[in-house]
């Protein structure tokens, strides 16, 4: 049962355009959200993160936008660079126990010249 | 500060011969978890320590795997013995609060 869908598998943006990464998931329980970066033979790198209470949070390039309604949040990052290209996870947990992360299947995203 | 360590990098094994893989956190830092990343599929929880203590280990696959944090500070994961389809890259991360830092992994390949 995966409770935390990313659908699409790839994404090709060229540099200096905005990406949009999208992550869904169906456990309301869910209170707080984290984007990670992986380049390959690395561990994920925390990007940005946010609370349930919010509806967005910005970090330089990049904001995350929360719509709790609809069980989806999305990963902009604007403008995109070269240096972004990596798979990249929406992750998710329930706050109040310091609880384990529940990982989409990831995103890779290629930045084109 | 420095980061989340991982040691081995890299173990291949046999089938039936065992592996110990350690993780040293971010000082400082009370809850330790391992995932693991199977294929290339998403990354799964296996345990969380607090401090030494296991919180939850609800992620760990069988018997076959022990986790231990003496002390409160490095952790090991052992898998004895080893099966095909342990294979996949283990990664330990770390947190003081909501936001969990990783180590580069531990790819393991049993043949």
């Known amino acids: 049962d995966q409770q935390v869908k990313q659908n699409s598998p790839s994404l090709s943006v060229q540099e200096g355009r905005i990406s949009i990464l999208n992550c869904d998931y169906t456990n309301s329980m869910f209170d707080y959200f984290l984007w990670y970066k992986k380049y390959p033979a690395e561990g994920p790198t925390f990007l940005i993160s946010i609370s349930s209470i919010k509806d967005k949070n910005e970090d330089g390039r990049f904001t995350v936008f929360l719509n709790k309604s609809a069980k989806h949040l999305s990963l902009h990052i604007v403008p995109s660079q070269p240096g972004d290209s990596a798979v990249y996870f929406c992750a998710a947990l329930i706050t109040g126990t310091a609880s384990k992360l529940t990982f989409g299947t990831g995103t890779r995203l290629q930045v084109t010249l | ?111």
């Not at chain 2, 039936?16 to 993780?23: D, E, H, I």
């Not at chain 2, 009370?30 to 990354?43: A, C, P, Q, S, T």
């Not at chain 2, 992620?59 to 986790?67: H, T, V």
């Open chain 2, 1 to 111: 500060e420095a980061g989340v360590t991982q040691f081995p990098s890299h173990s291949v094994i046999e089938k039936g011969q065992t592996v110990t893989l350690r993780c040293d956190p971010i000082s400082g830092h009370d809850n330790l978890y391992w995932y693991r990343r199977v294929m290339g599929k998403e990354i799964k929880f296996l345990l969380h320590f607090v401090k030494e203590s296991k919180q939850d280990e609800s992620g760990m696959p069988n018997n076959r795997f022990l986790a231990e944090r003496t002390g409160g500070t490095y952790s090991t994961l052992k898998v004895q013995p080893a099966e095909l389809e342990d294979s996949g890259v283990y990664f330990c991360a770390s947190s003081r609060f909501n936001e969990q830092f990783f180590g580069p992994g531990t790819r393991l390949t049993v043949l």
